[in-house]
Structures are given as structure tokens and as C-alpha cells.
């Protein structure tokens, strides 16, 4: 997939008046993209729309961004894009109660390799933290992790042929599975393995 550069983004004016748009376009674009494991992780698969949408959203709230951090955020963000059979996810781990959330984070380390994917007939294939992304705390989980799933050619070819898929996560203090993902959301999907 082809990355996103500078001069592809929305000069921040532009992208003003058309971000009602952009929104009404994305939020549901986002949700068939959307894979909610168990009630407090969240795992959304990125594309170069969503990338995009999260860069001209950045550019708006910090229109001075200087060209240093535009070129480090392109950088950071072009990581997320799919590519030839790795879907690129980001995972939010949701907690309102910010009590609650520190004690949960405090028990979820590792919770970032513990995320899988799996295409009937195929091994789970766990999600690895996307090189230069990963931000882990020393003492607790982070909120988002940014994962990379690695699929086999057959284990792709399959997924694109509408083999069934499930997804969990299998961590000491957070196991649960999605026993099938939506067939909207596996649609969406293998426009990114293609």
C-alpha cells in the first residue's frame, strides 16, 4: 500500500470545511473495522483512510505543527498501513473508572503479545507491537498498543476466500474469544490482504 505524504494531506483550512465529510465517511468506515474482545479491548484494523482521517485530525487540533513532527508522525503513522498479508491494528484497552483502569492496566503487562487472530484450518497468529510504536510502561499495560498480524499465504489466501475467523485474546488476567468476526468487518478486511 502506497504511503501517505505531506503533500496528500488537507492543508488544515481546507480539511475545516470538508470535516463533517470526512466524519460522516469514517465513523461508520471504522466501526466494520472494529472487533470489540470481551467488554474492555477494543481492536481496530487501520487502512489509509483511517490513517489519513487520525493525520488530518492531528494537523487540526496543532495547525503549527512544524515540518520535524509532521515528518516523524508520517513516519509513525505509515507504519499502521496494511501490508501484503499483515493487517495492522490498533488495540484500546477502555476502562471509565480511572481506579479501576490503573488496577486493571497494573495486571494487563503483556497483554499486547497475548492479542490473536485465527483463519479456520490455520494456527492463531499473534499480534507483534509495530516496530518504533511500542510504548510500554515499565510498571502497566499501556492504553493502545499498535499490533501487526502476520499471516501465512495460505492462511491469507483463505481468510480472502471467506474461511471463518476468530480472534481472542489469551492473557492471565484477560481471556476471552470472538468466535467468529463479522462477515462485514472480514470483507472490509480482505481488501487490506489483497
Same mark, same amino acid.
Given at each position: *500500500?502506497?504511503? +501517505?505524504? &505531506?503533500?496528500?494531506?488537507?492543508?488544515?483550512?481546507?480539511?475545516?470545511?470538508?470535516?463533517?465529510?470526512? &466524519?460522516? /465517511?469514517?465513523?461508520?468506515?471504522?466501526?466494520? /473495522?472494529?472487533?470489540?474482545?470481551?467488554?474492555?479491548?477494543?481492536?481496530?484494523?487501520?487502512?489509509? @483512510?483511517?490513517? /489519513?482521517? %487520525?493525520?488530518?485530525? *492531528? +494537523?487540526?487540533?496543532?495547525?503549527? *505543527?512544524?515540518?520535524?513532527?509532521?515528518?516523524?508522525? !508520517?513516519? #509513525?503513522?505509515?507504519?499502521?498501513?496494511?501490508?501484503?498479508?499483515?493487517?495492522?491494528?490498533?488495540?484500546?484497552?477502555?476502562? #471509565?473508572?480511572?481506579?479501576? &483502569?490503573?488496577?486493571? !492496566?497494573?495486571?494487563?503487562?503483556?497483554?499486547?503479545?497475548? #492479542?490473536?487472530?485465527?483463519?479456520?484450518?490455520?494456527?492463531? #497468529?499473534?499480534?507483534?507491537?509495530?516496530?518504533?510504536?511500542?510504548? /510500554?510502561?515499565?510498571? &502497566? =499495560?499501556?492504553?493502545?498498543?499498535? @499490533?501487526?498480524?502476520?499471516?501465512?499465504? %495460505? =492462511?491469507?489466501?483463505?481468510?480472502?476466500?471467506?474461511?471463518?475467523?476468530?480472534?481472542?485474546?489469551?492473557?492471565?488476567?484477560?481471556?476471552?474469544?470472538?468466535?467468529? +468476526?463479522?462477515?462485514?468487518?472480514?470483507?472490509?478486511? *480482505?481488501?487490506?490482504?489483497?
Amino acid at each position: *500500500m502506497a504511503k +501517505i505524504s &505531506r503533500n496528500s494531506l488537507l492543508k488544515p483550512g481546507i480539511y475545516a470545511a470538508q470535516r463533517q465529510q470526512w &466524519r460522516d /465517511r469514517v465513523i461508520p468506515f471504522k466501526k466494520l /473495522r472494529t472487533v470489540h474482545i470481551g467488554k474492555h479491548a477494543t481492536v481496530l484494523f487501520e487502512n489509509e @483512510l483511517t490513517i /489519513r482521517y %487520525q493525520l488530518q485530525e *492531528m +494537523i487540526r487540533v496543532d495547525k503549527s *505543527m512544524e515540518q520535524d513532527a509532521l515528518h516523524h508522525e !508520517l513516519a #509513525v503513522y505509515n507504519a499502521l498501513l496494511p501490508e501484503q498479508r499483515a493487517l495492522k491494528a490498533t488495540l484500546l484497552l477502555e476502562f #471509565v473508572d480511572a481506579d479501576i &483502569r490503573d488496577a486493571k !492496566l497494573a495486571q494487563l503487562q503483556g497483554i499486547e503479545h497475548a #492479542v490473536w487472530i485465527k483463519v479456520d484450518g490455520h494456527p492463531p #497468529v499473534h499480534g507483534q507491537p509495530v516496530a518504533g510504536l511500542d510504548d /510500554r510502561h515499565t510498571d &502497566r =499495560a499501556a492504553s493502545v498498543y499498535f @499490533l501487526s498480524f502476520q499471516l501465512s499465504p %495460505q =492462511a491469507a489466501q483463505d481468510f480472502i476466500g471467506g474461511e471463518a475467523v476468530a480472534m481472542g485474546i489469551d492473557h492471565p488476567a484477560y481471556r476471552h474469544t470472538v468466535d467468529e +468476526i463479522s462477515p462485514e468487518t472480514q470483507v472490509v478486511l *480482505m481488501e487490506d490482504l489483497k
